[in-house]
Nanobody, 123 residues
């Protein structure tokens, strides 16, 4: 059973930084893609970034490019999302998600999800 556990959310001022962590367990993740999605109140869950565990290939939403960096630590089975230059519009619950195979931008393709971590950016 795949388990994904997020941590690292919190309250930060605009322009600040946070690092989210997603600890993965239950499988060997070499064939998996791990992604970050976010959902603000009243909106749909949206793609932020993904990383392919096998080779570290990454994808980013336009809103994340240049500000967010996704990475993985194989020894810890953990994926990170370093978020810099945060803006109030980044406020959302951030979810870690996983799937085998290809990376998709749609959350519908990911069967495994963490419980989410709240990120609040004040202006």
């Amino acid at each position: 059973q795949v388990q994904l556990v997020e941590s690292g959310g919190g309250l930060v001022q605009a322009g600040g930084s946070l690092r989210l962590s997603c600890a993965a367990s239950g499988r060997t993740f070499s064939s998996y893609v791990i992604g970050w999605f976010r959902q603000a109140p009243g909106t749909e869950r949206e793609f932020v970034s993904t990383i392919r565990w096998s080779d570290g290939n990454t994808k980013y939403a336009d809103s994340a490019k240049g500000r967010f960096t996704i990475s993985r630590d194989n020894a810890k089975n953990t994926v990170y999302l370093q978020m810099n230059s945060l803006k109030p519009e980044d406020t959302a619950v951030y979810y870690c998600a996983g799937r085998q195979g290809l990376s998709y931008y749609s959350s519908a393709f990911y069967p495994y999800w963490g419980q989410g971590t709240q990120v609040t950016v004040s202006s």
